[in-house]
């Protein structure tokens, strides 16, 4: 049986905004005040969605797998927070019809959420600074509960706030965190195909493959339209 959807919860970095420019400079800032050599803008996309001290380590490294010296790291972090924080929105812009497609979830009475791995206060600042802060009944962050995506303890946190089941509240992402979080937490989820994840990859996997992809936001309004009318016929 099809289960309707009562709430949606949001990726951010690479779903909802294209973060990448000011996490490229801040990372490059930081390897400046390092004396190191500034890295491309789509090697540091690579990098992106594990929260900032995974970023941190990737790209004092290079290597989305090496782990930095501890100490280098820890110099790194603070450099690397310091300039995010002061520039998290110089470049950053939410996605072409994300506003668009926020209004029309609202108009369906559905209370909408963040879930990122990204630190919860840059994310609410990002938010903010962006005017998409007031959609949002909630925002999590990597470090607002001990486990962050792919864990399913965030999405389980969020769905309980909220009040409905997991299985009641779509997780949208570009992600394979997104989507392994999504699953463990049995709530159905779409992927979008313009965000920073392989698209082909993910869904080459049984463990990554979304219940639906999309390739813009507003295309979401309908889905959840169709599901939940179809839920109903299911139910009648």
Not at 3 to 10: D, Q, S
Not at 167 to 175: N, T
Request: net charge negative.
């Amino acid at each position: 049986m099809t289960t309707p959807i009562r709430a949606v919860a949001f990726d951010l970095d690479g779903t909802l905004v294209d973060s990448v420019p000011d996490l490229a400079a801040s990372a490059n800032a930081m390897r400046t005040e390092l004396g190191l050599p500034a890295l491309p803008q789509n090697e540091i996309q690579d990098f992106v969605g594990d929260g900032i001290p995974a970023l941190v380590h990737r790209a004092l490294t290079g290597s989305r797998h090496a782990q930095a010296d501890m100490a280098v790291f820890q110099q790194g972090l603070s450099v690397f927070a310091r300039h995010y924080a002061a520039n998290l929105a110089n470049a950053t812009r939410p996605y072409p019809e994300a506003e668009a497609a926020l209004g029309l979830l609202k108009s369906l009475g559905l209370p909408l959420a963040v879930i990122t791995n990204k630190n919860e206060t840059l994310a609410v600042k990002l938010l903010r600074d962006l005017g998409l802060d007031t959609y949002f009944s909630m925002v999590v962050g990597g470090d607002t509960l001990p486990e962050r995506k792919p864990s399913p303890e965030p999405l389980r946190h969020v769905a309980e706030i909220l009040g409905v089941e997991p299985e009641h509240m779509l997780m949208v992402g570009d992600s394979a965190n997104d989507i392994l979080a999504a699953k463990a937490a049995a709530c159905p989820n779409v992927l979008v195909t313009f965000g920073y994840g392989d698209v082909a990859e993910l869904s080459r996997h049984h463990d990554t493959r979304p219940d639906h992809s999309i390739s813009h936001l507003p295309e979401l309004y309908d889905w959840v339209r169709q599901r939940n009318a179809a839920a109903a016929k299911d139910s009648a």
